[in-house]
């Protein structure tokens, strides 16, 4: 088997735990296949790993292990079955969950999400690709699920040089499916949704927000109406907010599905909704921030940083006092320092005094895995006007 030579600086990064190495990094893959599993060796020739290797990706290598072991169906079979016993907790609480969360499930760049027993398969790799078929035929024999879908329409398969494509892979999957949080319902629909039919990773901010939300209420970015719903039993009424008109229309199905009358929703865009309810008087005891990325690169890190200030801004001054904000980020790039100085500064300019009450991450079944910050994206503050 052809073997990639790299760096020093890039065997040093695998061995302090990350798990990519970069083609800045790469000595020598003049034999190595797109798509295969390689062992990978130091400038001294001393092992560091397996890894799926890529020619067209800046992340050349993704790592798998650092034995020197036979990574087979057996392997495959095992880490699967790692996947699922790590989450058995949280198959007892709710039929939406994600199985496998690749990095950090050391299954580098692939997911796979259920729903209701029917599973959504991501591979974003080279790697990952070549072997789908194996994947597929041990996800059908380990785990009998009711339906298969690839979603592999995701950007970074194009910096992998890989098609982008969706559809059925195994099974009837239906068009739609019924799943339930916290005794919560909702219509997803997996094949023709953001991420793979819902926001599974914030599950359980869904429930911090829940014990804290109170009085009036606004959930702005509410995709689905995940938060506003969830909240709908602990405030007087909830307003959800999306520039999405068929999201609004998938929260206002989701409302009726739960018969929470006490919830509406409204096509805008968020910014001037907040500017056009700070104009007309309105106040809120709860407000809801989860907007999609702003940033997605070092470049745009800047430019990001002000779309979170503002909307952090107007959100304080639409706030009573004692209200709650709740606001989160999903951009990688935005760590969670950054984030509570954008809040603080989006309070000082709005001279409001922020208690922190809670700072959260991503649910457990998005875990983060220590030395690959990359898994570690989504941040959750709740906190608390108090004058």
């Not at 039929?95 to 991501?122: F, K, P, T």
């Not at 982008?164 to 019924?178: K, T, V």
């Not at 409302?255 to 007309?280: C, H, I, P, S, Y």
């Not at 709740?326 to 989006?346: G, K, N, P, R």
Request: hydrophobic letters at 40%; glycine letters at 6%.
């Amino acid at each position: 088997m052809a073997s990639v030579k790299i760096s020093t600086r890039g065997a040093k990064r695998i061995r302090l735990g990350h798990l990519w190495v970069y083609r800045s990094d790469i000595r020598d893959a003049d034999e190595a296949e797109p798509g295969a599993i390689v062992p990978v060796v130091d400038d001294a020739r001393n092992f560091v790993g397996q890894a799926f290797y890529s020619d067209r990706s800046q992340i050349a290598l993704r790592f798998l292990t650092v034995r020197d072991e036979a990574i087979d169906r057996e392997w495959w079979r095992g880490r699967l079955h790692a996947c699922a016993a790590r989450r058995a907790s949280i198959m007892k609480q709710t039929n939406a969950y994600r199985l496998v969360y690749s990095e950090a499930d050391l299954l580098s760049s692939l997911i796979v999400d259920v729903y209701d027993g029917h599973y959504v398969l991501q591979t974003l790799s080279q790697g990952a690709d070549r072997i789908q078929d194996q994947l597929l035929q041990l996800l059908i024999d380990e785990f009998q699920p009711l339906s298969i879908v690839e979603l592999n329409d995701a950007r970074v398969r194009q910096l992998e040089g890989l098609e982008l494509r969706s559809g059925a892979l195994h099974g009837d999957g239906p068009p739609e499916i019924e799943i339930a949080q916290h005794g919560v319902k909702f219509i997803v629909s997996p094949r023709a949704s953001q991420k793979t039919g819902a926001f599974l990773d914030q599950r359980e901010n869904y429930l911090a927000a829940r014990r804290i939300a109170h009085g009036r209420a606004l959930d702005c970015f509410t995709f689905n109406g995940g938060f506003a719903l969830h909240i709908a039993g602990s405030c007087d009424n909830v307003i959800g907010i999306d520039i999405s008109s068929e999201a609004v229309a998938a929260a206002e199905r989701n409302a009726q599905l739960n018969n929470a009358g006490n919830v509406t929703f409204q096509t805008a865009n968020v910014f001037d909704a907040l500017r056009e309810m700070e104009t007309a008087g309105e106040r809120f005891d709860t407000i809801i921030l989860d907007p999609p990325a702003f940033t997605k690169s070092r470049a745009t890190v800047k430019s990001g940083a002000r779309g979170y200030k503002e909307i952090n801004l107007r959100a304080l001054k639409l706030l009573n006092t004692g209200g709650v904000l709740i606001s989160c980020t999903c951009s990688y790039h935005i760590s969670e320092q950054m984030f509570l100085d954008l809040i603080a500064d989006a309070a000082l300019d709005a001279r409001r005094r922020l208690q922190i009450v809670e700072k959260r991450g991503q649910s457990s079944d998005h875990p983060v895995l220590l030395g690959v910050p990359e898994t570690h994206y989504l941040k959750c503050v709740i906190a608390r006007v108090i004058t």
